[in-house]
């Protein structure tokens, strides 16, 4: 079935844009552009049963997904990872703690989901250069579907960016760039760089790829669990916060095709050390205040000024859920620990969920007999 897909707009001005042009934000509000679809027709051809029934690959969504034309659809194999429960008492004591683990992905992490889709629309726009500045993960997540694409990738990443996620970039033959600081750094080089060369940027929430292609972490999640399972808490390591929002996306969906009924409260995990969104959340602030000096062992979380972290803080907050700070020192324990414990291979950006779904238990946040989700946004192998 082809996409389903009317239009993108602004939840600030609700000015609109075609599909069929390429879309970025809305420069006015300087907010994500949202995704909106044909939610009737979606009810009338769907369930969650025959979603179930398509198999495990991302594009069984095809209908909620932006890409018009299927045939411009770019795959690694991304598609369904496990949901494994934990018994947990050191960390989730009194909880049912389930493990979404997306490290088990194309290039290691979660990043596959929002470039799949990403450089899709890429590829449907006509589209020959694209660039992104990341962390790692993203970065090496573009280079390899861009090079499926056939497209041109380029790469802006700290000079101290994991150099695993550095030998993915090249190996995949992306164009790496190197700068001094910190993402937020590298993504106003390569602003300054794009212009007048045709590059096409698809940075974190700069375009609505990316976070429709982490609409399926939601939209997974549903299926998987059904209706009548869904937890009560999804704790999720908030960098750029794309993953909030477009899990935030896919339950408004399911809610407004009579799919769900309850929506999990989502919590943004972040570290001491870079810790905007869970600030502005304790403070009541409306959107984030930079970081001044970001300092954190989990690359992915180093992000001081999360691009539209209104959406962000309102997708939080409008769920009923909210936000913690975890110590580097808990960040790697936990890491350690849900390997050595459990057999599951985390990354460091998931360790803070884990530690900080243990402060939240401590401070009664979650309560005894609840269902809390960690969201593993990555493996645990290639950190360093």
Not at 40 to 61: C, K, V
Not at 74 to 90: D, W
Not at 233 to 251: E, K, N, S, W
């Given at each position: 079935?082809?996409?389903?897909?009317?239009?993108?707009?602004?939840?600030?001005?609700?000015?609109?844009?075609?599909?069929?042009?390429?879309?970025?934000?809305?420069?006015?509000c300087?907010?994500?552009?949202?995704?909106?679809y044909?939610?009737?027709?979606?009810?009338?051809?769907?369930?969650?049963?025959?979603?179930?029934?398509?198999?495990?690959?991302?594009?069984?969504?095809?209908?909620?997904?932006?890409?018009?034309?299927?045939?411009?659809?770019?795959?690694?194999?991304e598609?369904?990872?496990?949901?494994?429960?934990?018994?947990?008492?050191?960390?989730?004591?009194?909880?049912?703690?389930?493990?979404?683990?997306?490290?088990?992905?194309?290039?290691?992490?979660?990043?596959?989901?929002?470039?799949?889709?990403?450089?899709?629309?890429?590829?449907?726009?006509?589209?020959?250069?694209?660039?992104?500045?990341?962390?790692?993960?993203?970065?090496?997540a573009?280079?390899?579907?861009?090079?499926?694409?056939?497209?041109?990738a380029?790469?802006?990443?700290?000079?101290?960016?994991?150099?695993?996620?550095?030998?993915?970039?090249?190996?995949?033959?992306?164009?790496?760039?190197?700068?001094?600081?910190?993402?937020?750094?590298?993504?106003?080089?390569?602003?300054?760089?794009?212009?007048?060369?045709?590059?096409?940027?698809?940075?974190?929430?700069?375009?609505?790829?990316?976070?429709?292609?982490?609409?399926?972490?939601?939209?997974?999640?549903?299926?998987?669990l059904?209706?009548?399972?869904?937890?009560?808490?999804?704790?999720?390591?908030?960098?750029?916060?794309?993953?909030?929002?477009?899990?935030?996306?896919?339950?408004?969906?399911?809610?407004?095709?009579g799919?769900?009924?309850?929506?999990?409260?989502?919590?943004?995990?972040?570290?001491?050390?870079?810790?905007?969104?869970?600030?502005?959340?304790?403070?009541?602030?409306?959107?984030v205040?930079?970081?001044?000096?970001?300092?954190?062992?989990?690359?992915?979380?180093?992000?001081?000024?999360?691009?539209?972290?209104?959406?962000?803080?309102?997708?939080?907050?409008?769920?009923?859920?909210?936000?913690?700070?975890?110590?580097?020192?808990?960040?790697?324990?936990?890491?350690?620990?849900?390997?050595?414990?459990?057999?599951?291979?985390?990354?460091?950006?998931?360790?803070?969920?884990?530690?900080?779904?243990?402060?939240?238990?401590?401070?009664?946040?979650?309560?005894?007999?609840?269902?809390?989700?960690?969201?593993?946004?990555?493996?645990?192998?290639?950190?360093?």
């Amino acid at each position: 079935m082809p996409s389903l897909l009317r239009h993108f707009e602004c939840p600030g001005c609700h000015r609109t844009w075609s599909p069929r042009e390429p879309a970025t934000y809305c420069t006015g509000c300087e907010r994500t552009l949202r995704s909106v679809y044909d939610l009737a027709a979606a009810r009338d051809r769907l369930s969650l049963a025959s979603l179930r029934a398509r198999g495990p690959s991302l594009w069984r969504f095809q209908e909620l997904l932006p890409i018009l034309d299927p045939g411009n659809q770019v795959t690694l194999g991304e598609g369904e990872t496990p949901i494994l429960p934990v018994e947990e008492p050191r960390y989730a004591p009194g909880l049912t703690l389930l493990v979404k683990d997306d490290g088990l992905l194309p290039t290691g992490s979660f990043k596959a989901r929002g470039m799949a889709v990403a450089v899709s629309r890429a590829r449907e726009l006509g589209i020959g250069t694209v660039m992104v500045p990341s962390a790692g993960n993203a970065g090496a997540a573009l280079a390899a579907y861009a090079r499926r694409a056939s497209i041109t990738a380029r790469i802006y990443m700290p000079r101290d960016a994991p150099r695993s996620a550095r030998d993915q970039v090249t190996a995949y033959g992306g164009t790496l760039r190197l700068v001094e600081g910190h993402i937020g750094d590298a993504g106003r080089i390569a602003r300054e760089e794009a212009k007048g060369s045709g590059a096409f940027d698809i940075s974190t929430l700069r375009e609505p790829g990316r976070a429709e292609g982490k609409k399926t972490m939601g939209l997974e999640i549903a299926v998987a669990l059904g209706p009548g399972s869904l937890p009560d808490a999804i704790v999720y390591p908030t960098g750029g916060g794309t993953g909030l929002l477009g899990m935030h996306h896919a339950f408004q969906e399911l809610t407004e095709m009579g799919w769900i009924e309850k929506v999990p409260r989502l919590y943004a995990a972040q570290s001491s050390g870079c810790a905007p969104v869970v600030e502005a959340l304790r403070k009541g602030r409306s959107r984030v205040e930079p970081v001044a000096h970001p300092e954190t062992i989990a690359a992915g979380l180093r992000v001081p000024n999360p691009f539209s972290s209104e959406d962000i803080l309102q997708a939080v907050r409008s769920t009923g859920g909210g936000g913690v700070a975890v110590p580097d020192p808990a960040i790697l324990e936990a890491t350690r620990w849900m390997a050595s414990r459990h057999g599951i291979s985390i990354c460091r950006e998931a360790g803070c969920a884990l530690a900080g779904i243990r402060l939240l238990r401590e401070e009664g946040t979650l309560d005894a007999g609840e269902r809390v989700l960690l969201y593993n946004t990555g493996t645990g192998l290639v950190e360093g």
